[in-house]
């Protein structure tokens, strides 16, 4: 095999050693430093590339935030990045947009390509490596053919499966076969990108500042227009749209400053989503106008100096009108508290100002609509990559906790498990509780609330036990850690586990300090699952799978318990719980063991039927 050939083999092979059953991690970060390096071997001359090293930097900072966070915003940044520098490799011409766009389209006609690509190679006679080539294909692909039988008899066959797995050929995974293929195409387009020929010249030959010699006579729907009506035309309407947004300037300003008055029946909400969203789509339409008037004569006719002024003084407004809306937005989360949708507000606001000034750029520097489209594809870029940086959910909690914002701990408990020892302490300090949209004396909503708390809780437990080195990442690492703490200072003291249909407690392993468990309605046989809590007081191991309670003696702080809706027949090690003061069995009790019970517990509160 050929150099490149031996790239893309080791790349596809450490994609899946990387990332098949894994997390977001350390594993981008070593994956990005091997396809960099991958792409320097197989096209040394491309470090000389100023875009290139610039795409470099960006896949290893969104590497970074991913090995730091591991948020879904830096894995779809550094998608980006890598897309860039796959496209960098071939043509450094190209732009923010349009490179990405053709490496994407490479990675969507991969599959074909290489078909393409492997016709050639092996019909090409004079190549020397044809024949070897001829021969690997010839088996791999017979290769590839059996192993899709063998799965496929596997499934249909019980003899032929049980056979086969007393061989063990549980390394070979019908999965990780479908995910490695899946590998090898996104690492084909990116190792040989393609692009459109025809649409990336004429990217590549648009101009990026207007020159008098190449501009043509304005027209406007068909109708041609001198440099002198197009002059006329948009002082007048620079003016009249100078005075229309002064007026919302100044009635913005009365509200934010003055008066504080909203008019009847208009709520924050709308005031400040529905604006936002006209506002976005007037700012927009202001910027394509100004590329229409400023496209041709008038930057260079002798009179323009007051169309640019007034243009100027529109921008500037209108950068007015973004700052009064940040207020507006402000006003808000400090009534109603931070949410996704109030950050969201802020980085739109944000994008806008960069186009804003870009425009302004554009007219003073005379600047083609081309150059707009580049510079600010690479600018909203840049705020995403720095945004990878901030764990939002994480200000969203603390800001809302501190503020005592009204959203309540329904919407908190729906971030990812960024927030999970903060609302654990949160839960343990009542005081604090945001108020929820019931009332959180109501002890249904109550109970709702600990359950989707200790799912959440249970599932990163989960998927921190099923993850290896290769998922690691910081802020998996800190969550870990402040829950462990809190587990050894007893601050996780309720789990309600129900309806989750487990069988096993097993990625609980270890020493918990929880108090109060309930694990009802699952499929859990053995009460060996629940000895690791073995500073239990309550327990409701309701409407489960048990048959025997050997064990449940560990469990020796026990006051509570709740095993109706099990099939146990012996309830004599219950006899050993001294400090037991309630429990609730199960209906087909017999009659001896439950006179055993009172007599032996003379005080015990028995429930029997439901």
Known sequence: MKKNDWILLISVVLYSFLFYNQFAGINYLIFNIALITGLWIKEKNVSENSDWRVAS????????????????????????????????????NNSFLFSVGFSFFSYATSPFYMISDWQKRVGAESSKSAPSVKRTFLIVLPILIALLFLFLYRASNPIFNDFIQKINIDF???Q?????????ILLYGFYYHRRIKAISLIDENSQQTIFLDQIKQGSFFGVKLSNDDEL????????????????VNLLDFDFLFISHHLPDGVTYSQFVHQGTGALIVSILISIIIIIFYFRGQINFSADNKFIKVLAYLWIVQNIVILFSTAMRNGMYIDEYGLTYKRIGVYIYLILTIIGLITTYIKIAKLKTSSYLVRINSWLFYFVLVISCFIVWDNLITDHNIKQNGKDSRDYLIELSEANLPVLFKLQNDA???LKSDQQISDQKHEEYYERRLSTKLFNFISNDHKASWRSWNYERMRIKNELMEMNQHSELSTLRLTNMALYSLNPLDGSWNIKKLDVSSNYIESISEIVIFSNLVELNISNNRLKQLNGIENLRQLKYLDLSGNFI???SPLLKLNNLKAVRLPDDISTFQLETLIRHFPELIIVKNL
């Open 57 to 92: 930097f960006f896949c290893i900072s969104t590497s970074i935030a991913i090995t730091i966070y591991g948020n879904g915003l830096a894995i779809f940044a550094n998608l980006i990045a890598l897309s860039l520098l796959s496209a960098f490799t071939m043509k450094e």
């Open 232 to 247: 006329f035309s948009a002082k007048l309407l620079f003016v009249l749209l100078n005075c229309i947004i002064l007026i």
């Open 569 to 571: 027949n012996d309830f």
């Open 431 to 433: 005081n604090k509780f």
């Open 176 to 184: 990780l076969l479908f995910f490695t293929i899946g590998g090898l």
């Open 172 to 174: 070979i995974s019908f």
